[in-house]
T-cell receptor, first 114, second 117 residues
Framework: GAGVSQSPSNKVTEKGKDVELRCDPI?????LYWYRQSLGQGLEFLIY????????KSGLPSDRFSAERTGGSVSTLTIQRTQQEDSAVYLC????????????FGPGTRLTVL | AQKITQTQPGMFVQEKEAVTLDCTYD???????LFWYKQPSSGEMIFLIY??????QNATEGRYSLNFQKARKSANLVISASQLGDSAMYFC??????????????FGSGTRLQVQP
């Protein structure tokens, strides 16, 4: 597709369950980013991939959060043992991978933990 | 560490008028990029305009222009001839350049713009 796609668009889960969020970047974009947006914390960076490696994981809030990227394309963000404070919109972005280049965002996944 | 400050939580503007959304930034890195994104109620982040720290001229994209004042560390967004469809949340953001620069965007808290007919 032409833009960044994310699935699912909405996810409701129970506290303690694991969830997987998927991001499909723009074709040819080597850099991929995960952010989360919540009312209390605004927009926060989680993790950055260049190709399949993650040189910056500094934003992951706990070891319950992990992400991987395979084939330099699709990425999956996994949250284990979800907590209510994990409820947020998770946004994925991709870019060409050059310093200072523009990041293009997907529509996000709204996660609600009951 | 870098920081973005947007001091206007909400702004109102009349249709067809121009509006300026404020953004100040803080970084010790000489190489950086400044971005503005629009987030309508649908939730998607839409890229509007980019300014590099070494760019000599202010960036323009259609009705959007960026008033870049490097000495003041400000990067205000100017929207000319406002339209009803401009009503949205607007975020200022920064990333660092250079080989070792932090690529992740640091965002401000946003400004909610409402265009009135």
């Amino acid at each position: 597709g032409a833009g960044v796609s994310q699935s699912p668009s909405n996810k409701v889960t129970e506290k303690g369950k694991d969830v997987e969020l998927r991001c499909d970047p723009i074709s040819g974009h080597t850099a991929l980013y995960w952010y989360r947006q919540s009312l209390g914390q605004g927009l926060e960076f989680l993790i950055y991939f260049q190709g399949n490696s993650a040189p910056d994981k500094s934003g992951l809030p706990s070891d319950r959060f992990s992400a991987e990227r395979t084939g330099g394309s699709v990425s999956t963000l996994t949250i284990q043992r979800t907590q209510q404070e994990d409820s947020a919109v998770y946004l994925c972005a991709s870019s060409l991978g050059l310093a200072g280049d523009t990041q293009y965002f997907g529509p996000g996944t709204r996660l609600t933990v009951l | 560490a870098q920081k973005i400050t947007q001091t206007q939580p909400g702004m109102f503007v009349q249709e067809k008028e121009a509006v300026t959304l404020d953004c100040t930034y803080d970084t010790s890195d000489p190489s950086y990029g400044l971005f503005w994104y629009k987030q309508p109620s649908s939730g998607e982040m839409i890229f509007l305009i980019y300014q590099g720290s070494y760019d000599q001229q202010n960036a323009t994209e259609g009705r959007y222009s960026l008033n870049f004042q490097k000495a003041r560390k400000s990067a205000n967004l100017v929207i000319s001839a406002s339209q009803l469809g401009d009503s949205a949340m607007y975020f200022c953001a920064m990333s660092l350049g250079g080989l070792a620069g932090r690529r992740a965007l640091t965002f401000g808290s946003g400004t909610r713009l409402q265009v009135q007919p």
